[in-house]
């Protein structure tokens, strides 16, 4: 990747971050951590140009899909959909409140760029192979990217999902799993070990990368390989710190599902943005 | 009596039985033939549901997902969004025990376009007992927002119902059975999501059911015209949404209502019906079907009648009450 769109990619996921603090913080209630662990995918997914999409156009029938499995990280897709164009940024302010076309949990009938609804966890990935499937019905050349927690791999339905995207062949279907190690309880290897992932979805028929899920160049060259690989779906294990960029909500399991009240918001914007507050 | 309105709809071709899975999987490869946007997902059970027809003429567009019905449903939503007109099948302890969540957040929460089509309802199933019979499936889907339940009466209904849910844009739940019943109806017989079809014509009492104990209901009503009493039999294929004026005006004039169904007097077509009549126009309300018991093994018959919604049951019941 050049210096100039990896600068720029850096920024979005900046900008990105931020706005998932304010819409937390105005919303009142959500989930921070697994949103912020996912702000440089998403960065990358909306802005280095990958997906075939068009925010002038949510519609547009061949385009790819994004589905996020793990849906109540619903403020790092609002995020890149508000910082791509697909409404007003103002709109963020409104999450989860009553009437907001920004659901407590991705909902396609209200926000434009929402390709399904999902929220609880376990069926987003089955979604995710329908829509390959379709896909490779019609030989449409669509691609479908899917996210997934890995405390939501504790769901059996996932597991389903991997194994009929195999047995049918669906290299047009790209799993992310953000691997940070949490989930609700605790660290997911106390809750219901996880920490043999990758192996798992190997064993499941599926090419299954391990990468630094913060690193801008690793994600651009392993999801461009991902895409170009043929006969069997694409798992990219991304290794990711829960709350990555607010150092006071990094690994921590509180941080899941709380809202930050406005001191913590200020203090987390600066950090984001770098400004030494000191 | 046979309501004079209705009767030329009514099958005059003698003692005809088939299975209203077997209507299903018949119109299924039918309509496949018209409309390449039908898809057909199955869980290993398509020579079961008849899903099977479809697949032998339409291979590419039929999914077999294997024994995991909570992974087809969504798929099947997710084929939806790609415009495809899914019909998703397995037996319906599975489509909406099993797959309760996937039915109502990934099908019907958005409100996509899969019709679920479930077969092997009911204690009449027979002998594989009850973990296979479907006694609550009718109740759970009611419950959740969004879809149409519908559960036809015989081999002709069924056809029409898939047309009609062909037609429909949105969630769908198609009740199926296994055993073989008598054609009821001809193909003069137009239905409409919305709307019952009375029968049989009387002021003695009410009997109103849906899908396969409607032969056993129309038997009864025969039996009660023969010694004087006559009944108004309301078969009511669409259960949600009911037919509401249908019903209320039944009800004003005989005020005796019994409702009979293969399925719990907890949650299913009795229940909507007090649910409608306690609100619009109070009646007694009688619920002949399974009283809150698991099934159990046996033949079908032995079943109807160890369950209390044989035709003596219906009859007895009527007799007690008028």
């Known amino acids: ?278 | 009596m046979i309501n004079k309105k209705i009767e030329n709809i009514l099958n005059a071709t003698g003692d005809k039985k088939i299975a209203t899975r077997e209507a299903y999987g018949t119109t299924l490869a039918e309509l496949g033939e018209a409309n390449k946007d039908i898809v057909v997902l199955d869980c290993d059970l398509s020579k079961s549901t008849k899903t099977a027809v479809f697949g032998k003429k339409f291979p590419e567009r039929f999914f077999n997902m294997g024994i995991a019905e909570s992974n087809m449903m969504s798929v099947a939503a997710g084929l939806a969004t790609m415009g495809k007109i899914p019909f998703a099948s397995t037996f319906s302890v599975f489509a909406t025990k099993r797959a309760c969540d996937q039915v109502s957040i990934s099908v019907a929460y958005p409100k996509l376009n899969v019709k679920i089509c479930a077969t092997h309802s009911g204690v009449t199933i027979g002998e594989d007992g009850a973990t296979h019979q479907a006694i609550e499936d009718v109740a759970i889907m009611r419950a959740i927002p969004n879809i149409l339940v519908l559960s036809p009466a015989d081999a002709t209904e069924t056809k029409k119902v898939i047309e009609a849910v062909m037609e429909y844009n949105g969630p769908c739940y198609v009740r199926l059975c296994r055993g073989a019943s008598p054609v009821i109806f001809n193909d003069d017989y137009e239905f409409e999501i919305g709307k019952g079809v009375q029968i049989m014509e009387g002021d003695k009492a009410t009997i109103i059911s849906a899908g396969f104990t409607t032969h056993i209901a129309l038997e009864a009503a025969k039996k009660l015209e023969e010694e004087g009493i006559e009944t108004d039999l309301i078969n009511m294929a669409s259960i949600k949404p009911l037919d509401e004026d249908l019903i209320i005006e039944s009800a004003q004039k005989t005020g005796l209502v019994i409702t009979v169904e293969d399925h719990s007097v907890i949650g299913g077509l009795g229940s909507a019906v007090c649910e409608l009549l306690s609100e619009k126009s109070p009646a007694k309300v009688i619920r002949l079907g399974v009283q809150d018991k698991f099934g159990a093994s046996g033949a079908a018959s032995e079943l109807v009648k160890a369950y209390g919604f044989d035709s003596e049951a219906i009859i007895r019941t009527v007799k007690d009450n008028i």
């Open chain 1, 1 to 278: 990747m050049d210096l100039k769109s990896k600068e720029m990619l850096e920024q979005k996921a900046k900008d990105i971050r931020v706005d998932i603090i304010e819409m937390l913080c105005a919303a009142g209630s959500g989930h921070p951590g697994g949103s912020l662990s996912m702000a440089d995918m998403f960065s990358y997914f909306y802005f280095s140009g990958i997906l075939n999409i068009d925010p002038k156009d949510p519609g547009k029938k061949d385009r790819d899909r994004v589905v996020l499995s793990k849906g109540h990280a619903c403020p790092v897709l609002y995020a890149a959909l508000a910082e791509k164009g697909y409404f007003d940024k103002e709109e963020l302010k409104t999450l989860r409140k009553y009437g907001s076309m920004l659901q407590g949990h991705p909902d396609m009938n209200k926000t434009p760029g929402v390709d399904i609804s999902t929220g609880s966890l376990g069926q987003g990935l089955s979604c995710a192979v329908g829509m390959a499937l379709a896909a490779k019905l019609d030989n449409s050349g669509v691609k479908v990217f899917a996210v997934l927690g890995d405390g939501e791999c504790d769901e059996g339905q996932i597991w389903e999902a991997a194994m009929s995207a195999r047995h049918y062949g669906l290299d047009n279907l790209i799993a992310i799993v953000d691997l940070n190690g949490l989930q609700i309880d605790g660290f997911t290897k106390d809750v219901m070990d996880s920490t043999i992932l990758a192996e798992k979805w190997r064993s499941f028929g599926w090419k299954t990368y391990e990468i630094d899920g913060h690193d801008l160049d690793v994600i651009d060259d392993t999801v461009k390989k991902a895409i170009s690989l043929k006969g069997s779906p694409v798992c990219i294990v991304a290794n990711t710190t829960k709350g990555k960029g607010v150092t006071f909500m990094e690994n921590a399991c509180d941080w899941h599902g709380n809202a930050p009240s406005e001191e913590e918001k200020d203090k987390a914007i600066c950090e984001i943005c770098n400004i030494d507050v000191s």
